[in-house]
């Protein structure tokens, strides 16, 4: 039986954390609330440019978050029956976080009291979390 991770996804989705639209309107506040219609056409466009860098050089850099690799995984031996079975690695996408973000989450994680609660996932779903 596969591990899944106790984030909460079902809960979240109900709650309107996924929402397309949730999205587009937080991005587009960053944006200095330029229209949601502009927004998507460039975040679609960028999501078209991460495609086709991952499929021509097999590496993409975003600057000030990190890296997304396209990766094989090394080949495992299964059991088929009573059989010793070769499975071949198949191609994955790793996200590879740059190392200032990385710190500055393990800071923040260290701080007492509010600013230590980093999870904001438990106020959401009023529970806490594992």
């Known amino acids: 039986m596969p591990y899944t ?14 929402d397309e639209d949730r999205f587009f309107q937080l991005l587009s ?4 609330y330029t229209e949601k219609a502009v927004v998507k056409d460039f975040y679609m466009g960028f999501v078209r440019m991460l495609t086709q860098e991952l499929r021509t ?3 993409v850099r975003l600057p000030h978050l990190g890296f997304i690799a396209l ?15 070769r ?3 198949k191609y994955m996408i790793k996200f590879y976080v740059k190392d200032t973000w990385r710190k500055y989450f393990t800071k ?4 007492s ?8 996932r438990e106020k959401i ?6």
């Not at 506040?29 to 200095?32: P, S």
């Not at 990766?71 to 079975?85: A, E, F, I, W």
């Not at 923040?108 to 701080?111: N, T």
């Open 113 to 120: 009291g509010k600013d230590g609660e980093l999870d904001p």
């Open 87 to 89: 499975i071949d690695g």
């Open 71 to 85: 990766v094989k995984q090394k080949p495992t031996v299964g059991l088929s029956g009573k059989q010793r079975v």
């Open 29 to 32: 506040e960053q944006c200095n």
């Open 57 to 59: 050089t097999g590496i």
């Open 125 to 130: 779903l009023g529970k806490q979390l594992e």
């Open 108 to 111: 923040l994680s260290e701080k």
């Open 5 to 18: 991770p106790p984030i909460g996804i079902k809960e979240l989705s109900k709650k309107g954390i996924f």
